[in-house]
């Protein structure tokens, strides 16, 4: 049980370095890949630690190899969108937001797989709810933009979309190939990537360029190269942990923990890093969300 609140703290210090690190490297002018790239070469660095934490490519049904598919899109989407906002907003209120994903889940197991849900849980997603509505005031310094909503809106559904597909699959009888499941996940949303870039489909004017640029100059490679490489390890780091952790430790322990403690460290580090300034409101409703 030690050794499970070890990794669970390994999870949380994992997710929260990834939100710092995706916010560090939006701030930087000079990165030499766009968007779909970045994210392409992190979900290869996905697939690398799941086939080495996994002894390699196991056996995969029918089934695993259509959720692989299917999640391995959710999660270009999401990746691709929390990296949009964590980019165009506050790093602390987009981190909250991202974490209240887990209402989505909650509710779709408590529709269609009849689970049991007592007052205080209730009480809890009340709270989160004004927690977000608090955490959202045009009052503050803070600069929130139209675009920035709407990137937060699609990172929380896909957010959410992804914790109902894992959730349908530990319930599908082949939760046994998860790690294949994962990697078929990892290959896939790289190769999403490379197709949304293909046909065009950029987000912003300064993507707009080759998918890897070596017009910079050699630091600037260096800088995006280390970036990739943090944000796959730490964001595929606490991915390959969870999964263990949502089977090893009670849902009740596990996702109040781990999204509670994220929110708080992005918080403090959005203050501490990045000199954000909270209106009292504000941390208001970030207390209430941890």
């Given at each position: ?87 165009s907003g506050p790093v602390s209120i987009t981190s909250l937001i991202g974490c209240c994903s887990l209402i989505v889940p909650t509710l779709f197991g408590l529709i269609f797989y009849e689970e049991t849900v007592n007052y205080l849980q209730i009480i809890g997603l009340v709270v989160l709810f004004v927690a977000l509505y608090l955490c959202v005031d045009p009052k503050s ?150």
């Amino acid at each position: 049980m030690y050794t499970d609140y070890l990794l669970l703290t390994a999870s949380i210090i994992c997710a929260a370095l990834n939100n710092i690190f995706l916010h560090l490297y939006n701030d930087k002018k000079n990165y030499t890949c766009n968007i779909f790239a970045f994210n392409a070469i992190v979900s290869l660095i996905w697939a690398l630690i799941f086939i080495i934490v996994g002894g390699g490519f196991g056996h995969a049904s029918l089934t695993t190899i259509v959720y692989g598919l299917i999640y391995g899109v959710i999660i270009a989407l999401f990746l691709m969108f929390k990296m949009a906002s964590l980019g165009s907003g506050p790093v602390s209120i987009t981190s909250l937001i991202g974490c209240c994903s887990l209402i989505v889940p909650t509710l779709f197991g408590l529709i269609f797989y009849e689970e049991t849900v007592n007052y205080l849980q209730i009480i809890g997603l009340v709270v989160l709810f004004v927690a977000l509505y608090l955490c959202v005031d045009p009052k503050s310094n803070m600069k929130i933009s139209k675009k920035w909503i709407i990137f937060c809106v699609i990172f929380f559904l896909c957010a959410g979309a992804s914790g109902v597909l894992l959730k349908m699959y530990n319930n599908s009888g082949f939760s046994a190939e998860m790690n294949t499941m994962m990697i078929i996940t990892a290959l896939t949303a790289m190769v999403s990537f490379v197709i949304i870039y293909v046909v065009g489909g950029l987000l912003r004017k300064r993507q707009n360029k080759p998918f890897l640029s070596m017009e910079k100059n050699k630091k600037s490679l260096l800088w995006s190269v280390l970036f990739m490489f943090l944000c796959g390890l730490v964001s595929g780091g606490y991915q390959r942990l969870n999964m263990y952790l949502t089977g090893a430790l009670p849902s009740i322990l596990f996702f109040p923990t781990f999204n509670g403690v994220v929110i708080f460290l992005s918080c403090a580090s959005g203050v501490v890093l990045f000199k954000e300034k909270l209106s009292v409101q504000q941390i208001i409703g970030l207390l209430l969300g941890v």
